[in-house]
């Protein structure tokens, strides 16, 4: 028989003893200092960061082609040819109201106007948007659902959840530079 390490009355300890006596090494409990985010990279959160805005900020289109305001029910919810009351492209604001029935051209990334919550895609239209027609026409209106390539404000983070927890580890990716 060989002898072992055992054999030579070695104080064993558990191994949430050791974890005990490894928590006596740290110092605690740690501080914490503000301090630019150009050198937060590698530190850790000393509290939780709240969203202070949506993400994203706005209701907007993911699409490039046209925002309904399509009736929730009845005559013209299905209906194929659209009337255009304008557009709104990305990095604009349209205020005034589309009234039921009608669209907009939309560009993807811009704030959905006021009366409109479903977008189409162009690719998806039987003319183009770029001879600004009167009117478009959707290839097959029967397959719309409200909604559909919108991403509604706050759908990522919505102001006041939480961003970040105590404790995440900072990176520069967090925030881009
Ligand atoms: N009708 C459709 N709409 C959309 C489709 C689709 O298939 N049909 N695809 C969707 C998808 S998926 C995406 S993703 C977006 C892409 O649109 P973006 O506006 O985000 O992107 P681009 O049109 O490619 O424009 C990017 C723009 O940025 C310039 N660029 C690139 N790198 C830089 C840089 N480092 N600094 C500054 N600018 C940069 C690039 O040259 C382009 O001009 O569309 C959906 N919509
Ligand atoms: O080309 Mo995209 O799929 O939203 O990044």
Redesign the pocket.
């Known amino acids: 028989m060989t002898l072992s390490c055992f054999d030579l009355g070695e104080q064993m300890i558990s191994v949430d003893e050791a974890r005990q006596a490894l928590a006596t090494l740290i110092e605690r409990p740690l501080g914490s200092e503000s301090i630019s985010l150009a050198q937060a990279h590698g530190r850790r959160l000393a509290a939780t960061v709240q969203a202070p805005i949506n993400v994203p900020q706005n209701t907007n289109a993911?699409?490039?082609?046209v925002a309904l305001a399509l009736p929730k029910r009845g005559v013209g919810a299905k209906q194929a040819h659209w009337p255009l009351a304008g557009e709104v492209l990305?990095g604009q604001y349209r205020r005034e109201l589309v009234p039921a029935g009608h669209c907009v051209r939309i560009t993807?990334?811009a704030p959905l106007p006021p009366g409109t919550d479903t977008v189409v895609?162009?690719?998806q239209l039987r003319e183009s948007l770029d001879e600004q027609p009167a009117h478009v026409i959707i290839a097959s209106p029967e397959l719309l659902k409200h909604g559909q390539h919108v991403r509604q404000a706050g759908e990522d983070i919505a102001i006041g959840d939480t961003a970040l927890p105590e404790g995440h580890g900072l990176m520069r990716r967090l925030w881009g530079f």
């Open positions: 993911a699409m490039d082609g990305a993807t990334g895609m162009s690719e």
